[in-house]
């Protein structure tokens, strides 16, 4: 059996990153903010836990605050794309074949066409580097690939009989969009939730190594990866650290789309891509 | 049909216009919706860079400009007619090869691009060849031993690729292969001048960061589209007519299996490009992603909305083709216009 492993790998895996996350909200082993360079570049195990970086932060604490901005950043993006893709989704398969599901869908495909990381590192330049405008560039560019979601999982539904009878029985195209299409389409876009989450973490770590996502001092793991690339050969833990926290988080999203996935719904697999 | 009377002629006649008519409205609204693609995207790009908060000529001297210099700047970029005269201008600028002056370089950026290319084409052909040439033999090993052990572990190599950022997996290949085994160059490119093996082995370990997640996404899906057409009906008959599992993938399900692989491979085009920003940022390659990062950091916005429009150009154009490759290979397409 495939599917509980590697959802429960998955869930513990990501459980262990949002925990972190979590505890760093109101406790971290050391002040992120607090510099001491007299303790600077101690590997792992001397004194602290996972050693310090170049300005003798705890690299844990770092860490854990790291999984904060990182969760928090593709959290929010997450809930953007779903926020605006799920009705435009919903709105398109309810008027399928007329002019708002052609123009919605048409704008769907011209959003797709875009290298959205280009456009990401342009919305950031132009407006400023900062978490928020991150929150946004990723944002944005979830919300075609829920749209597209919705809709393709939301005509499947609407051919449906028991929607004829709720049709039959009086209720409108918004009624029955809410009460009958979303709960039948609600596993879908979990899954694909997971998947644009770990896609976030991914396109925040790109941003903020490129300078282009949250600011000091607020620690993001992009930005501590492209810190320790000076210090690399020297103080390997620097590099390697927030590299593996950002794997082993995005694993564990994938894992865990993958596990729910199969576990919600072994028909649905196919329309997921 | 085929008995040669007049009237089947005619009517064979008839099906050839109207399929040569069917060809001709789907070639004629791919090449609308190409247009109107590249009409919304320069706009979006050119709000979103002249949409600047305050005056573009003062945002790129900075905070401590002189007022006259900013006027100056004002003029020479070009930014006194309204928003609507200055788009035309550089819409039409572009379209004749005059991507304006840059700024910082003082040089027209059409020569700063066609320079840059000739690092980030090689370096995507590479790249692309590379995950082509891993992804597809490891999804077709993974589909012919479903279920088993290779696949299992072909699988989960695919799962750690694609949660592998590529910069980072960058910054270990230059640990490992340029200093402590000093193979390849850790970055900097010394132009083709140098020759073409000083030039791949510059480029060498950035196509190979930027090949690996891409290579994961390719074998995923070669292996999950072969899977699906082996169980389809002509490879019931390739094997009872006798032919071997390896045959049957070789002749037939191969094949059939690329058009959802083309698909993919189209779209990676558009990721090798753009993801290059970053990857080419890691090696300081001097390609087309850091031009507009270098436009960025010196606020030399002329290169970055043209390098930018370029880009989203290229990307809209793959699409494209693929698309027109798709309806030549598969007639069935051409329906979904």
């Known amino acids: 059996m495939r599917a509980p492993v590697s959802l429960v790998l998955g869930?513990?895996?990501?459980?262990?990153f949002a925990l972190a996350a979590l505890v760093s909200l109101v406790w971290t082993p050391a002040d992120v903010t607090a510099l001491a360079v007299g303790e600077r570049l101690k590997?792992?195990?001397?004194?602290?836990?996972?050693?310090?970086?170049q300005l003798g932060r705890d690299m844990a604490s770092m860490l854990m605050a790291g999984a904060r901005t990182s969760i928090a950043v593709a959290l929010v993006a997450v809930g953007i794309g779903m926020g605006a893709?799920?009705?435009?989704?919903?709105?398109?398969?309810?008027?399928?074949?007329?002019l708002v599901d052609e123009v919605l869908m048409r704008a769907n495909d011209l959003i797709f066409a875009f290298p959205a990381l280009v456009i990401a590192i342009l919305i950031t330049a132009v407006f400023g580097p900062s978490a928020v405008n991150a929150i946004l560039a990723i944002g944005i560019f979830n919300i075609p690939v829920f749209a597209r979601v919705t809709r393709g999982a939301a005509l499947t539904v609407w051919s449906a009989e028991f929607i004829l009878a709720a049709r039959c029985a009086g209720k409108g195209a918004t009624r029955i969009s809410v009460e009958h299409i979303l709960p039948n389409i609600a596993n879908l876009l979990v899954v694909q939730g997971t998947i644009q989450f770990s896609l976030g973490i991914l396109a925040e770590a790109g941003l903020s190594y490129v300078g282009l996502g949250a600011q000091p001092p607020t620690p993001s793991w992009g930005r501590m990866l492209a810190e320790a690339q000076t210090f690399f050969y020297s103080s390997p833990h620097l590099a390697v650290l927030p590299g593996l926290a950002i794997v082993l988080t995005v694993l564990g999203l994938n894992?865990?789309?993958?596990?729910?996935r199969d576990l919600l719904d072994p028909r649905l697999q196919r329309a997921v891509r | 049909m085929h008995d040669g009377s007049p009237d089947a002629k005619g009517l064979a006649r008839a099906a050839a216009f109207a399929r040569l008519a069917a060809?001709?409205?789907?070639?004629?609204?791919?090449?609308?919706?190409l247009a109107l693609s590249l009409a919304v995207a320069s706009v979006v790009i050119f709000a979103v860079i002249q949409g600047v908060p305050g005056d573009p000529a003062a945002f790129m001297l900075g905070l401590n400009a002189a007022p006259d210099t900013v006027a100056a700047l004002r003029s020479e970029l070009g930014l006194e007619g309204g928003l609507a005269q200055r788009y035309i201008a550089w819409v039409g600028g572009m379209a004749t090869g005059d991507f304006g002056i840059s700024y910082t370089y003082r040089v027209p950026v059409a020569d700063l691009v066609a320079d840059r290319l000739a690092v980030s084409l090689p370096l995507a052909a590479y790249a692309l060849l590379l995950s082509t040439a891993l992804a597809l033999p490891a999804g077709m090993l993974a589909a012919a031993r479903r279920g088993g052990p290779v696949d299992w572990?072909?699988?989960?190599?695919?799962q750690l690729g694609i949660a592998v950022p590529n910069f980072w997996f960058a910054m270990l290949l230059v640990v490992l292969f340029a200093i402590t085994w000093p193979v390849f160059s850790a970055g900097g490119f010394p132009g083709w001048e140098a020759g073409?093996?000083?030039?791949?082995?510059?480029?060498?370990?950035?196509?190979?960061?930027?090949?690996?997640p891409q290579a994961a996404i390719l074998a995923r899906v070669m292996r999950s589209a072969l899977i699906e057409t082996l169980h389809a009906d002509y490879i019931r008959t390739a094997r009872a007519k006798g032919l071997s599992e390896a045959a049957a993938i070789r002749r037939h399900a191969f094949r059939n299996a690329l058009i959802p692989v083309l698909t993919i491979l189209g779209l990676q085009f558009s990721f090798l490009l753009a993801g290059a920003i970053i990857i080419e940022n890691v090696f300081f390659l001097p390609g087309l992603g850091r031009l507009i990062f270098q436009g960025i950091t010196a606020r030399d916005l002329i290169v970055v909305q043209s390098v930018t429009m370029l880009l989203v150009f290229a990307v809209i154009l793959v699409t494209f083709l693929v698309d027109l490759a798709y309806a030549a290979v598969d007639p069935r397409l051409r329906k979904r216009g």
Not at chain 1, 11 to 16: E, K, M, P
Not at chain 2, 196 to 212: M, N, Q
């Open chain 1, 11 to 16: 869930a513990a895996l990501t459980g262990v």
């Open chain 1, 43 to 53: 590997p792992p195990g001397t004194g602290a836990l996972l050693g310090t970086d």
């Open chain 1, 85 to 98: 893709g799920v009705p435009l989704g919903l709105w398109a398969a309810a008027r399928r074949g007329g």
């Open chain 1, 255 to 260: 894992m865990m789309g993958d596990g729910l």
């Open chain 2, 23 to 33: 060809m001709a409205r789907y070639l004629a609204l791919r090449f609308l919706s």
């Open chain 2, 153 to 158: 572990g072909i699988i989960a190599a695919t």
């Open chain 2, 196 to 212: 073409l093996f000083a030039g791949l082995k510059a480029l060498t370990l950035p196509a190979v960061a930027l090949a690996l």
